[in-house]
């Protein structure tokens, strides 16, 4: 059960029981700067670390264009039903569900009628490191987080979750070795049969470990564990 609520200018939504204390925490955090990504397949999201009162570390999304209209228009969205935030958060309810490793998201934010910005608070993940900076530091490492990596692809192939990019970069270990898959912005229920799924999927790692010349293990034990 997601409740909303309206501080100001902002609208929040949460399932968990967040008061205006922390919810005005948030506000203060969505207007700072944001920390830069990893160097490697980091992606164009913007995150600023923070702090709860009850809830601890968490980090908050700052959705950003991509595309030439970054240029021009780069935090703000046309608003035609719901937000993103509000879509990925509710995505990231369903994922977890189902024992996908996804942040654990707390609250979602917009604020804007016509056109809005928006945030997503999620629960921080304890010593981050991306697959793809691991896979050029350590190949055993690696080799064992690709073990759990396939079991939950398989699992979003099997009920038909589409994560719109999902490449070594959007694979987060943290520092018990346990791997999450994060950044559901714009994921989605995919209709068609699970072939098409696990190869689009592939596609996409493929030529994200191409692009930026990660080992090709990561492809290898991916295509080998999901045939």
Not at 7 to 28: K, M, N, P, V
Not at 114 to 138: G, N, T
Request: with cysteine; net charge positive.
């Amino acid at each position: 059960m997601i409740s909303t609520r309206k501080i100001e200018a902002y609208r929040f939504g949460s399932s968990l029981e967040l008061d205006e204390r922390q919810l005005r925490t948030c506000i203060r955090f969505f207007n700072q700067p944001t920390a830069g990504n990893t160097p490697v397949l980091g992606g164009r999201t913007s995150l600023t670390p923070a702090k709860l009162n009850g809830i601890g570390s968490v980090v908050i999304k700052h959705y950003r264009r991509g595309g030439l209209l970054r240029y021009f228009i780069k935090q703000r969205y046309l608003k035609l039903g719901k937000t993103r935030a509000q879509i990925e958060f509710k995505l990231l309810q369903v994922v977890r569900n189902l024992g996908i490793n996804a942040p654990e998201p707390v609250v979602y934010a917009h604020r804007g009628c016509i056109f809005y910005q928006a945030w997503l608070v999620s629960r921080a993940i304890k010593h981050p490191l991306s697959l793809a900076l691991l896979s050029l530091k350590d190949e055993k490492k690696t080799r064992q987080a690709m073990e759990s990596v396939i079991g939950q692809i398989s699992v979003l192939i099997q009920n038909g979750i589409l994560h719109v990019d999902l490449h070594p970069g959007n694979i987060v270990v943290d520092g018990a070795g346990q791997i999450f898959i994060v950044d559901f912005d714009k994921g989605q229920i995919h209709h068609s049969s699970t072939e098409k799924l696990r190869n689009r999927y592939l596609t996409r790692w493929q030529r994200a470990v191409t692009k930026h010349r990660l080992p090709e293990l990561l492809t290898d034990m991916l295509q080998a564990g999901l045939n």
